[in-house]
């Protein structure tokens, strides 16, 4: 199983609404990411777990919170959002560094997200 | 700091004829390099991925690549563009650690 899956796949909420954005893995990798991508750019780092532990937050608002609850999963709460917050949500897993040769990251599908 | 630079952001082939997709990466120590391939409304596909093994990397889809240290190059080329080939391409760096960074993105366009 290579796959990383995100739920849901679209979403939208108002700036007022709280919401979550999940992700799963089973490749046992134990690094997790959020990336953010806008239309026509490339995807932006948010935030990195490694073993279950935040070990990179590239300055993001404390609006989005992310959580890994455990090894498999990935969570990005969401609360009081802007219409600029408006994106493709990717996660992805990999295989933490120096642990194995293969180090390439799995991306989930995304979750579109529409704030209005 | 380690980053990737893509030298061009479109790029428009005809079908049939090579592709080549150009990349730069700085970093203070031998990075893992990485191809991705992403079309419209999709996620993200490996193309190919250099660890240090060999320089010549052969991936999915034809495509191949070229870790050229004294250069810092990993340029993406493929001998005979396919329609299916039309897509953003990104070249991807991961330096020791645990932090993968995105270049800006190439937009690959293929003409019939």
């Known amino acids: 199983d290579t796959e990383v899956t995100q739920t849901p796949k679209h979403l939208v909420m108002g700036m007022t609404n709280k919401k979550s954005l999940k992700c799963e893995q089973h490749m046992g990798h134990r690094a997790m990411y959020w990336y953010k991508q806008k239309a026509k750019k490339p995807p932006e780092l948010m935030f990195v777990?490694?073993?279950?532990?935040?070990?990179i937050n590239e300055s993001v608002p404390s609006r989005f919170s992310p959580e890994c609850p455990n090894s498999s999963l990935l969570n990005l709460h969401l609360h009081a959002l802007q219409p600029e917050d408006s994106a493709l949500y990717l996660c992805?897993?990999?295989?933490?560094?120096?642990?194995?040769?293969?180090?390439?990251?799995?991306f989930g599908q995304g979750t579109r997200l529409t704030v209005v | 700091a380690q980053s990737v630079t893509q030298l061009d952001s479109h790029v428009s082939v005809s079908e049939g004829t090579p592709v080549l997709l150009r990349c730069n990466y700085s970093s203070s120590y031998s990075p893992s390099l990485f191809w991705y391939v992403q079309h419209p409304n999709k996620g993200l596909q490996l193309l190919l991925k250099y660890t240090s093994a060999a320089t010549l990397v052969k991936g999915i889809n034809g495509f191949e690549a070229e870790f050229k240290k004294s250069e810092t190059s990993f340029h993406l080329t493929k001998p005979s563009a396919h329609m299916s080939d039309a897509a953003e391409y990104f070249c991807v760096v991961r330096p020791v650690g645990n932090d993968m960074r995105f270049g800006a993105g190439t937009r690959l366009t293929v003409k019939p």
């Open positions: 777990y490694s073993y279950e532990k935040l070990s």
């Open positions: 992805a897993s990999s295989h933490l560094w120096g642990q194995r040769s293969d180090t390439e990251a799995f």
